[in-house]
């Protein structure tokens, strides 16, 4: 008889990752289902997002806790330090004997590999740190320490030696420093010093009643919590909830403290001063860490309607804002030796505020491209990439339009059955349809984008250019000054002003429509079809030498510019449009643009 060979047994190298939560049996017994609720919730909204995002996975649950293996030990850790930062910040107002916190422990090692499941002296030693982590912290074993040392942004306690419950050889650990609920492991040698705070992480103080009039206090706390919350709409941003804030209303404290007490990155103060019948409001954006001001504004209005002018102001603000989080973090990401998901698509986003190039539009889309590489399912690169394909396509960037539309769609459809609810996801759909002969669809997109968000200001802007393809060029103007007002310092204005320029070049209009190219360019010169279309404006008006100089900077950005290009791309069956866009050819042709 021949003897069958034993199975192989399948073996690799992982970091695995083991946590439970702390007094879990005595939570389940105080509230058992109260328990069970909250604990799903934070798996769900901190731990899986965090593993995702940094290529791990959940091996199996253990009603208590999970074990997770992950390719990379930096990794390991980098998600571990992001979802117990995440969950201290969602269960900071909870009583300390209702508070839900997990204790994790990371090694590196040689595991058995079953479907399943993994098992091992390497899992063993995992589970056994993290069986001597306080509640909230992180143990590591030496072999992951030596992976990660120097690589991350955290500091480590050495813990020595530990004898580990069944395990033979003393294993030496290292602790992840936390804050002030002290050390992360029992026998902690050294005081821990706080990591740095999670990303898009951030309070509002309650903004500063200059002056002192009690009766305007209503109106300065209303904008605190407006603003609150409409920059919780902000997707994957964290902001400390109202009452929280609140509890720092007349108290001057340091705000690098405040960032420490709270675990956020960034806070915004401001004040509201009231003269006569104008109101004057202040605001700095901060950096917790380092104390640096990132950005400062300050809006002059007539009081009329306060609560108008409440809602103006908060949605200038949480427009301006969300900007400048962008270049932030795109500052911070660019000094990464790991960039993440969320790092790049930072990147890609400021590459895309640069301006309508090639290069430009280029270089944002190998970002989105490169984060999609770590996490397939980012719904924000994804919406970056559609963003970058409707927008190469409809300004006349690329030689295959019709693919490029194509692909957009796909993105972000994709992008929706992941995020139904993504509000820019929505919105740039709705210019992909109004780019391809679906401008009434577009439109109903980019107004449930406004539904989702009140103030997203670039939805009213792809509005006013869907009337435009509609035959109702007189009515874009309207929609994109409803943009402005929502966000006047938008790193979109160069395009919106330009649609409207397209618009009165439509109507005939040329002298408005050089003003408002004009102001577009002043605003961002890299966008090569606003020069063309400023060029077709002066050659109506008979400035053919402007117009050619005009023609001259479009070329230099995009050379491939030409008629037949141009004409390639019809956006709209409507007749009233067909018939306006011949005198827009008319004026590209009196400036010089080439036929081929």
């Known amino acids: 008889m021949v003897q069958e060979r034993p199975k ?87 009583d300390e004997e209702r508070r839900i916190a997990f204790r994790v422990g990371i090694n590196v090692g040689d595991v058995i590999v079953e479907p399943h499941d993994i098992f091992g002296d390497g899992v063993n030693i995992a589970a056994r740190l993290e069986g001597i982590a306080d509640p909230g912290g992180i143990c590591i074993s030496s072999s992951a320490y030596d992976q990660v040392w120097g690589k991350i942004e955290v500091d480590f306690a050495d813990l020595g030696d530990q004898n580990l419950k069944n395990i033979a050889r003393p294993v030496r650990a290292y602790a992840v420093a936390r804050d002030k609920f002290g050390s992360t492991a029992k026998g902690s040698r050294t005081t821990p010093i706080l990591p740095r705070a999670p990303r898009l992480s951030m309070v509002v103080l309650p903004f500063a009643n200059i002056g002192g009039n009690p009766e305007q206090d209503y109106f300065v706390d209303g904008v605190t919590e407006s603003l609150t919350t409409d920059l919780s709409r902000i997707r994957g941003l964290f902001v400390i909830g109202r009452h929280t804030a609140f509890s720092y209303k007349g108290k001057s404290i ?26 004057r409001v202040n605001v700095q954006f901060v950096d917790a860490e380092s104390g640096a001001h990132l950005w400062a504004d300050r809006f002059d209005k007539p009081i009329c309607d306060l609560f108008e002018l409440q809602d103006e102001i908060v949605s200038r603000l949480a427009n301006a804002l969300n900007a400048q989080l962008i270049a932030a973090e795109a500052r911070r990401s660019e000094h990464s030796l790991h960039p993440s998901a969320l790092d790049l698509y930072f990147q890609g986003m400021a590459r895309w505020n640069k301006g309508v190039t090639p290069a430009h539009m280029a270089q944002a889309r190998s970002f989105f491209e490169r984060a999609l590489e770590l996490d397939p399912d980012n719904v924000e690169a994804l919406v970056g990439i559609g963003a970058v394909d409707v927008t190469r396509a409809g300004f006349f960037l690329a030689d295959n339009p019709d693919a490029l539309f194509a692909a957009a769609e796909a993105a972000l459809n994709k ?48 509005i006013g250019c869907a009337q435009a393809f509609s035959g109702r060029a007189e009515e874009t103007e309207a929609h994109v000054h409803k943009a402005m007002r929502l966000s006047p310092r938008d790193e979109g204005t160069y395009r919106w002003m330009t649609w409207v320029g397209f618009s009165k070049l439509l109507l005939g209009a040329d002298a408005e429509a050089v003003v408002w190219f004009r102001r577009g360019l002043n605003s961002n010169p890299n966008n090569p079809i606003a020069h063309l279309d400023l060029a077709a404006a002066l050659a109506h008006l008979g400035k053919l030498d402007e117009a050619r100089a005009s023609r001259n900077k479009a070329l230099a950005l995009n050379p491939t510019l030409t008629i037949r290009r141009l004409k390639g791309i019809p956006f709209s069956d409507d007749p009233t449009f067909r018939e306006q866009g011949r005198r827009v050819i008319q004026g590209m042709r009196l400036a010089g643009v080439p036929e081929e």
Request: glycine share 6%.
């Open 8 to 94: 192989r047994v399948e073996r690799r190298l992982s970091a695995i990752l083991a946590a439970d939560v702390a007094g879990y049996s005595r939570l389940m017994h105080n509230d058992e289902e109260a328990t069970h609720v909250e604990l799903t919730a934070l798996v769900t909204d901190a731990v899986v997002p965090a593993i995702v995002e940094h290529g791990g996975r959940i091996v199996k649950n253990t009603g208590d806790g999970f074990l997770a293996e992950f390719t990379s030990s930096v990794e390991a850790v980098r998600a571990a330090v992001q979802f117990q930062t995440r969950i201290k910040q969602l269960t900071i107002n909870e």
């Open 254 to 279: 340091d705000l690098k403290q405040i960032g420490r007490e709270l675990d956020v990155l960034y806070v915004l103060e401001g004040s509201v001063q009231r003269s006569a019948n104008q109101l």
């Open 415 to 462: 992008a929706m059955s992941l995020a139904p609810q993504h509000p820019l996801a929505h919105a740039f759909l709705g210019s992909v349809l109004l780019c391809t002969k679906r401008a009434i669809e577009g439109i109903a997109e980019c107004e449930h984008a406004l539904e989702l968000n009140p103030n997203l200001a670039e939805a009213h802007a792809f």
